[in-house]
């Protein structure tokens, strides 16, 4: 089940996220709000690769959960 406004506005607000002149944690904190609400769901992680081979779990600051799963 989807979100209101579909994949179209998530890309589209994605975009003006990326654009906001704020700090790496800040654009992290409502790129997750911003998934997690189009998914419906209140709890969002993103787990990224990085460069060196390593996971990163990714996950908004407030966030309630202590740790990734």
Known sequence: ???PGGPRLLLRRLREVM????TAQARLDRIV????SNMV???CSLYVSR???HWSCLRPKASSARRCI
Not at 19 to 22: G, M
Not at 33 to 36: E, G, K, N, P, S
């Open 1 to 3: 089940m989807r979100g």
């Open 19 to 22: 654009a906001e002149p704020v």
């Open 41 to 43: 769901a209140e709890v």
């Open 33 to 36: 709000v911003l998934i997690a």
């Open 51 to 53: 460069a060196d081979g």
